[in-house]
């Protein structure tokens, strides 16, 4: 599977969006795509920092528990209303759905626009990271319909994984299972160290760097490439995760 390039992804506070997205972007429309949940938290904070450097921003916060290929359908004509062109840009804010729906949506739009994903949840920080395609449900074929987004950055705040449950932590674990990742991966290991030790914080050099250079995900024969059935039971998983946790912690 392949990864992202490490010098696309940034391990930054929040704060620091807007110098983020100057050091790839020239200043541009952008729309912010966000859960709800992610957007009451940290929404205030991103528009603040993109709008004092320039950024011209619309934001669309959604509140769903699953999307499908017609939300994305909806999101394509607000981006049409708003007048959204190759030139501007997408940013994702949220959990491993949200990152995903973000994802399709920049993909499958005027061929493609530049997309910043700001995953909010160890879960949807993997998979971005390891370039998950983006798999959203067609309602009507009952179809998954996959695309491989290719963000022009991420931005990884460590201070938002810091109090995982033993349930996120398994469900990362499962997730890197998933994706082929070896038992005795750094990445793995920090995960279990994670459970073992309560208060013991992530080493994010190790978390996510490591991971981008691992040779067995960056292999471009067919055979190391997840199935369409692969990827079918890993949305699943995904979201059968998701609403768990979703009411664990409501």
């Known amino acids: 599977m392949k990864t992202i390039p490490k010098n696309k992804i940034k391990l930054a506070d929040l704060a620091a969006i807007g110098s983020y997205a100057t050091s790839l972007w020239t200043t541009r429309k952008v729309v912010l795509i966000s859960d709800k949940k992610a957007f009451d938290r940290h929404g ?36 049409e209303n708003q007048k959204m062109t190759v030139a501007d840009g997408i940013i994702g804010l949220g959990d ?26 160890l879960i949807a ?15 009507e074929t009952k179809q998954l319909q996959a695309v491989t987004p290719r963000p022009a950055g991420i931005l990884i705040d460590p201070k938002l994984t810091e109090n995982l449950t033993k349930e996120e932590l398994t469900a990362a ?55 369409r059935a692969q990827l079918q039971a890993i949305s699943n998983r995904l979201l059968v995760t998701k609403i768990s946790l979703d009411r664990k912690k409501g």
């Open 44 to 79: 205030t904070e991103i528009l603040q920092y993109l709008t004092i450097l320039g950024f011209d921003v619309q934001t669309l916060i959604l509140n769903e528990t699953c999307y499908t290929t017609e939300t994305a359908s909806l999101i394509h004509q607000f981006l």
């Open 96 to 121: 491993e759905a949200l990152c995903q729906l973000s994802g399709y949506v920049s993909a499958t739009y005027l061929g493609g626009l530049s997309l910043i994903q700001i995953p909010t949840t």
């Open 125 to 139: 920080q993997l998979a971005v990271c390891t370039q998950l395609p983006a798999c959203l449900i067609n309602p």
């Open 173 to 227: 674990q499962t997730l890197l299972l998933d994706l082929g990742i070896a038992q005795d991966h750094i990445c793995r290991h920090e995960l279990r160290k994670k459970a073992r030790i309560s208060d013991y914080k992530l080493n994010y050099e190790k978390l996510f760097k490591t991971l981008m250079t691992t040779d067995s995900l960056t292999s471009t024969d067919k055979a190391a490439r997840p199935s």
